[in-house]
């Protein structure tokens, strides 16, 4: 074997093999500051390991190196191909319209709280009889931030309780007078001054859609409007959403986890309240949806606003943080220029054959199947009791489905190279799969909180 005179396929490989050294250390660089040890040794081995032959084959000389270097290049262009060519292997996904409305009363949020509620218990489950076997067990759980509960953190609930605690005081303002004057704009351009103020406000991504009644509950479900029917009583829209942070959701479930939720919550609510009472300023009618006070589902309102699409954990998967983002509503008749989104097919086919949520929910309620027909529309539904059911057993909002989702990296260009790939195509998309599992694990670790989270209580003498 002999080092040869290098001509210009060798100089190719070398080329090939840097860049592939540069582009994996970059990942590994970037995965350190997302605190993602096991990732980031991945990626700094992967970054030593795939340009070596690249080099060797370059540099020297023997027996079959050519065919080395002819196969080496072919797979390297057969990868570029793979990235850059649209190819969607099945493109027949419904995105149909919902035929029926939800009722609040029927989510777990506010089924839970019929134990308070003796005559409303009585007259829910008189109509729902099927209903109250599963209910009376979950209800036998410690409960949400429970001192009882498995995952119980004095510092990390207290945290979120104070979250809570200040968004209850802002349910009495999400609606109000409008003032009695009111002002014309160019829709064009009032729509677009709300979009750029709301995300000046805090928002990730802001959309518009006209209101329809399938966006809306068909009673409420919770507090002093108990039992009180939804109309669709405003024209349009406007939905946005906040981002979780990153290392929270990814503690999922510990107490990191519902404090991050309830701290977003309120995020999202503080920014829906002071958009209600803006337009409403403007002389337009409009209400706030916020935690604990909807009259629209809104994920829904935010699908049809183009914010993203409804994927396998049933939750919002935005383009830019995936499930990892809260969402708030403000409804109003303020004339604005409804947003027309494209439909996504790329995320519903990548939830066909990830099931990472599924595979890593403690408590088994995300289904392993395709979409089925649920209320006029093909969708996936968690199975809401047991996961519930879960939340109260370890006192948090769980989020492991969200931690684990491969759209939840960071907004970065690394993860952001990888999310257009998939955009793109459907043989890109399972490949991006396979090293989501071998770079970050099929099953990644639940991460430890910030030190400055980790609080000793000291016994009082
Ligand atoms: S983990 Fe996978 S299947 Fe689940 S929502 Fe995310 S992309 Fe879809
Ligand atoms: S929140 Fe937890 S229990 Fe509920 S579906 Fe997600 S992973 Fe499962």
Same mark, same amino acid.
């Given at each position: ?14 080329? +090939? ?5 540069? &582009? ?36 020297? =000389? ?22 850059? +060519? ?16 939800? %009722? ?6 506010? $089924?839970?709280? !019929? ?17 109250? @076997?599963?209910?009376? *067990? ?8 429970? +001192? ?5 953190? @004095? ?34 351009? #009032?729509?677009?001054?709300?979009? *750029? ?23 409420? /479900? ?6 009180? *029917? ?22 999922? @479930? ?27 300023? &403007? ?26 699409? +409804?994927? $396998?954990?049933? !939750? ?5 943080? /995936? ?11 303020? @004339? !604005? ?28 309620? #995300? ?29 948090? =909002? ?23 790939? #998939? ?13 989501? %599992? ?24």
């Amino acid at each position: 074997m002999a080092i040869a005179g290098l001509n210009i396929i060798d100089y190719v490989l070398i080329a +090939i093999g840097a860049f592939l050294f540069v &582009l994996f250390v970059y990942a590994a660089i970037i995965s350190l500051f997302e605190k993602e040890k096991k990732a980031s040794s991945n990626f700094f081995i992967t970054g030593l390991l795939l340009p070596t032959p690249f080099l060797i084959v370059a540099v020297t =000389d023997f027996g079959f190196s050519k065919v080395i270097s002819i196969v080496l290049l072919t797979i390297v262009i057969i990868t570029i191909l793979i990235f850059i +060519i649209p190819v969607r292997l099945r493109t027949k996904y419904m995105n149909s319209i919902p035929e029926a409305r939800i %009722d609040e009363r029927d989510t777990m949020f506010s $089924r839970n709280e !019929l134990k308070n509620n003796e005559k409303r218990a009585k007259e829910y489950y008189t109509n729902n009889p099927d209903k109250k @076997p599963v209910d009376e *067990k979950i209800m036998e759980n410690p409960g949400l931030m429970s +001192i009882k509960s498995s995952n119980y953190d @004095p510092v990390l609930f207290s945290s979120a309780h104070a979250s809570f605690f200040t968004i209850a005081s802002l349910k009495s303002k999400v609606d109000g007078h409008q003032n009695s004057e009111k002002k014309e704009f160019d829709p064009e351009q #009032i729509t677009q001054y709300i979009k *750029k103020w709301t995300k000046k406000l805090g928002a990730l991504s802001v959309g518009v859609t006209e209101l329809h009644d399938y966006h809306c509950y068909t009673y409420r /479900g919770r507090g002093d409007y108990y039992n009180d *029917k939804i109309e669709a009583k405003h024209k349009y829209a406007v939905a946005f959403t906040v981002e979780m942070n990153y290392d929270m959701v990814k503690s999922g @479930p510990m107490g990191q986890i519902v404090m991050e939720s309830a701290q977003q919550y309120l995020s999202s609510g503080v920014v829906a309240v002071q958009l209600a009472e803006f337009i409403r300023q &403007l002389g337009y009618p409009a209400r706030a949806h916020i935690d604990g006070n909807y009259e629209v589902v809104c994920p829904l309102v935010a699908k049809d606003a183009g914010l993203g699409e +409804i994927g $396998r954990m049933g !939750l919002l998967m935005t383009p830019e943080y /995936g499930p990892r983002v809260r969402i708030a509503v403000v409804t109003t008749d303020l @004339p !604005l220029i409804p947003d027309k989104p494209a439909f996504d097919p790329s995320v519903i086919e990548f939830c066909t054959f990830c099931k990472k949520c599924a595979v890593n929910c403690p408590s088994q309620s #995300i289904s392993y199947n395709d979409q089925e027909q649920t209320g006029g529309v093909a969708r996936w539904q968690i199975d809401q009791e047991s996961c519930f059911d879960f939340w109260t057993k370890c006192g948090t =909002d769980c989020g492991r489905c969200m931690s684990v989702c491969p759209y939840s990296h960071p907004n970065n260009f690394l993860h952001n190279v990888v999310r257009s790939g #998939i955009r793109n195509s459907s043989i890109f998309s399972r490949l991006a799969l396979l090293l989501d %599992d071998v770079i970050y694990g099929k099953k990644p670790k639940v991460a430890k909180p910030a030190g400055w989270m980790n609080l000793t209580e000291k016994k009082s003498s």
